[in-house]
């Protein structure tokens, strides 16, 4: 018998889900539009309140190009050591099984806790990466994927080895708190003796419904609007600057991506103390409407080139975004998707918050890399930011119907 869906109490039920804005990534690629069928939602209803059933099944993994969502929980597990190639085989298999239901808001075949048990999709999202270390200790080093080399160092990083790196590395977001940790539970209980936790991150993003349009960009704990001049997937090299070529090597990670984790805390109490004409300063923007500092509005734009009145750049010569554009940077491009965190207060009192960082590219050597070198050197905001911790995963192609994530990579 089929199990029920937990959408069908939605519909029987009227229960109230809070819905996420689409962020400015927007573009509803991995989104089923229509409503969940047996609801009575319509569609324009699930989309406001963000609760779409995204399409699991896809070139991509849904996640990367999915509407932004307000909760995620990030995890990164280690393989136990007795795991070895089928092992870990297996354990795609079954969490392919477990996104499929969970992202379908249907109660797991196997095992469910009913943590999420009546509640919607909840535009749920599950993104599965590994690192270059799961590959190494599967002795498939002939597969590691040159783009897959570490991160270096850069000035200013105080990286916590302990939260950084990891075999596997697991992104389960969505628009409710329950539906996205019943689904990293169940993603945790199928690994138990292959895989255990190394370390977890939850952050948030605007809550559902309180933007005053869906596609408004997202705000930081700064009080920044953060997104601003994203790449779109409406964009001409969107696919070619965020995804992994048809023809790359090693083939596996073929319409894959690269995804960047950086938790990096902000020195709020410090950022409080400046006025508001130099928080703007130092990222080059308006805080209340996002425009650049040269002018116009949030989707102006930016004009580096132009003065005050004092003879002095509008947008300074050390301003965030000055030195993350692309034009200034050979063109390095990134998705960003991060989440705020705020996991109450340091030893010394201080608030310990900040943004989880996650950007997702083709290749981090001509992406993350670069903008981040600058930054370190020269960003006016390093002063007010620490780099926690550090980790990248490369993310494989989204699974099929007659397949299960990362199938080609433990076939071959
Ligand atoms: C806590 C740390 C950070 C904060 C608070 C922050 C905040 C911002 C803000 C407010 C903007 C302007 C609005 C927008 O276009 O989104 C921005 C832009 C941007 N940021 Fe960051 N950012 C942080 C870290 C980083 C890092 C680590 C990178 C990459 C290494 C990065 C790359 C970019 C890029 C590429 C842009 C767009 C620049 C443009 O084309 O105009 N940011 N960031």
Same mark, same amino acid.
């Given at each position: 018998m089929t199990a029920p869906s937990r959408r069908r109490f939605l519909a029987a039920g009227g229960v109230g889900l809070g819905g996420a804005a689409l962020g400015a990534?927007?573009?509803? $690629?991995?989104?089923?539009?229509?409503?969940?069928?047996?609801?009575?939602?319509s569609t324009a209803s699930v989309v406001a309140t963000g609760n779409q059933e995204l399409a699991?099944?896809?070139?991509?993994?849904?996640?990367?190009?999915?509407?932004?969502?307000?909760q995620a929980r990030l995890a990164a597990f280690d393989l136990t050591d007795t795991a070895n190639r089928a092992a870990v085989a297996r354990l795609m298999r079954a969490w392919t099984q477990i996104a499929a239901q969970a992202c379908a808001g249907r109660p797991l075949a196997?095992?469910?806790?009913?943590?999420?048990?009546?509640?919607?999709?909840?535009?749920l999202s599950v993104t599965v990466g590994f690192g270059s270390s799961l590959l190494r200790k599967l002795g498939l080093h002939d597969l590691i994927?040159?783009? $897959?080399a570490p991160i270096p160092a850069f000035p200013g990083d105080h990286l916590d080895p302990a939260r950084s790196d990891g075999d596997v590395g697991v992104l389960v977001a969505g628009n409710d708190g329950l539906v996205v940790l019943h689904a990293l539970r169940a993603l945790q209980r199928a690994a138990t003796g292959t895989a255990r936790a190394r370390w977890q991150m939850s952050g948030f993003s605007d809550?559902?419904?309180?933007?005053?349009?869906?596609?408004s960009t997202p705000r930081n704990l700064m009080g920044q609007l953060d997104g601003t001049d994203n790449p779109t997937?409406?964009?001409?090299d969107f696919a070619e600057k965020i995804f992994v070529p048809?023809?790359?090597?090693?083939?596996?990670?073929?319409?894959g991506s690269y995804l960047v984790v950086r938790r990096i805390r902000m020195l709020l109490d410090t950022w409080d103390t400046l006025d508001t004409a130099t928080q703007e300063a130092v990222v080059g923007?308006?805080?209340?409407?996002?425009?650049?500092l040269s002018g116009g509005t949030e989707q102006t734009p930016p004009d580096y080139t132009r003065q005050r009145?004092?003879?002095? $750049?509008?947008?300074?010569?050390?301003?965030h975004i000055r030195l993350a554009n692309p034009t200034t940077n050979q063109g390095a491009t990134i998705l960003r998707r991060g989440f705020s965190y705020h996991d109450g207060l340091r030893p010394d009192g201080t608030p310990d918050a900040g943004l989880l960082f996650l950007a997702f590219q083709a290749d981090p050597r001509i992406g993350f890399i670069p903008i981040q070198q600058r930054l370190a050197e020269a960003d006016a905001l390093s002063t007010f930011i620490t780099h926690e911790t550090n980790a990248l995963f490369a993310i494989p192609p989204g699974a099929q119907p007659s397949n299960y994530l990362a199938q080609d990579l433990f076939d071959a």
């Amino acid at each position: 018998m089929t199990a029920p869906s937990r959408r069908r109490f939605l519909a029987a039920g009227g229960v109230g889900l809070g819905g996420a804005a689409l962020g400015a990534t927007g573009a509803a $690629l991995a989104t089923r539009q229509s409503p969940p069928s047996g609801s009575t939602a319509s569609t324009a209803s699930v989309v406001a309140t963000g609760n779409q059933e995204l399409a699991v099944y896809g070139r991509y993994q849904p996640g990367i190009i999915a509407p932004a969502q307000s909760q995620a929980r990030l995890a990164a597990f280690d393989l136990t050591d007795t795991a070895n190639r089928a092992a870990v085989a297996r354990l795609m298999r079954a969490w392919t099984q477990i996104a499929a239901q969970a992202c379908a808001g249907r109660p797991l075949a196997e095992g469910d806790d009913a943590m999420a048990y009546g509640r919607g999709p909840a535009s749920l999202s599950v993104t599965v990466g590994f690192g270059s270390s799961l590959l190494r200790k599967l002795g498939l080093h002939d597969l590691i994927p040159d783009a $897959l080399a570490p991160i270096p160092a850069f000035p200013g990083d105080h990286l916590d080895p302990a939260r950084s790196d990891g075999d596997v590395g697991v992104l389960v977001a969505g628009n409710d708190g329950l539906v996205v940790l019943h689904a990293l539970r169940a993603l945790q209980r199928a690994a138990t003796g292959t895989a255990r936790a190394r370390w977890q991150m939850s952050g948030f993003s605007d809550a559902p419904g309180v933007m005053p349009i869906p596609t408004s960009t997202p705000r930081n704990l700064m009080g920044q609007l953060d997104g601003t001049d994203n790449p779109t997937p409406t964009q001409a090299d969107f696919a070619e600057k965020i995804f992994v070529p048809a023809d790359a090597t090693p083939a596996w990670m073929r319409g894959g991506s690269y995804l960047v984790v950086r938790r990096i805390r902000m020195l709020l109490d410090t950022w409080d103390t400046l006025d508001t004409a130099t928080q703007e300063a130092v990222v080059g923007r308006r805080k209340t409407t996002g425009a650049p500092l040269s002018g116009g509005t949030e989707q102006t734009p930016p004009d580096y080139t132009r003065q005050r009145a004092d003879g002095g $750049l509008a947008i300074p010569a050390d301003a965030h975004i000055r030195l993350a554009n692309p034009t200034t940077n050979q063109g390095a491009t990134i998705l960003r998707r991060g989440f705020s965190y705020h996991d109450g207060l340091r030893p010394d009192g201080t608030p310990d918050a900040g943004l989880l960082f996650l950007a997702f590219q083709a290749d981090p050597r001509i992406g993350f890399i670069p903008i981040q070198q600058r930054l370190a050197e020269a960003d006016a905001l390093s002063t007010f930011i620490t780099h926690e911790t550090n980790a990248l995963f490369a993310i494989p192609p989204g699974a099929q119907p007659s397949n299960y994530l990362a199938q080609d990579l433990f076939d071959a």
